[in-house]
């Protein structure tokens, strides 16, 4: 009996009392904040239209959905979000399925997808904040 009070007295410590929880998460990974995580969401299946060829895939982290460049907005501070076709070119028969969003800073605009897809290489619960810097450094540019 002697052999099991210690490990009774450590499972009390570690699930009942209400002491600080950073050493549990970090001893124990009990009782750890849950981190607020922002994971972008793209259009799918972007595709370059023209009556030349077979419709050409596109990168979908270049089209970032409406919700996603409102949030990503909202993290860098942007003026306001707008919507734009990409593929015109100009008034040329090229056409994309969707539609580019574009966040406007005072210093110039920026593709909502690109921006985003720090949060997507950098997921805020593996590398929490890399990608915000990382963006806002892309702003210096």
Excluded at 12 to 25: G, N, Q, S, T
Excluded at 54 to 64: G, H, I, R, S, V
Excluded at 101 to 129: C, E, H
């Amino acid at each position: 009996m002697k052999q099991l009070t210690p490990v009774l007295f450590l499972a009390l410590a570690v699930c009942v009392i209400p002491a600080r929880a950073d050493w549990r998460c970090d001893w124990f990974h009990i009782n750890c904040p849950v981190v607020n995580t922002f994971t972008p969401v793209y259009e799918t299946a972007p595709v370059l239209l023209s009556p030349f060829h077979a419709p050409t895939p596109l990168n979908p982290w270049y089209f970032a959905t409406a919700d996603t460049a409102a949030t990503v907005c909202k993290l860098l501070g942007c003026q306001f979000v707008y919507e734009q076709n990409p593929c015109d070119l100009g008034g040329g028969p090229n056409t994309c399925s969707v539609t580019e969003r574009i966040l406007a800073f005072p210093t110039g605009n920026k593709n909502a997808g690109f921006l985003a897809a720090y949060w997507t290489r950098n997921p805020d619960g593996q590398f929490p904040g890399v990608a915000l810097s990382l963006a806002k450094a892309d702003l210096l540019q």
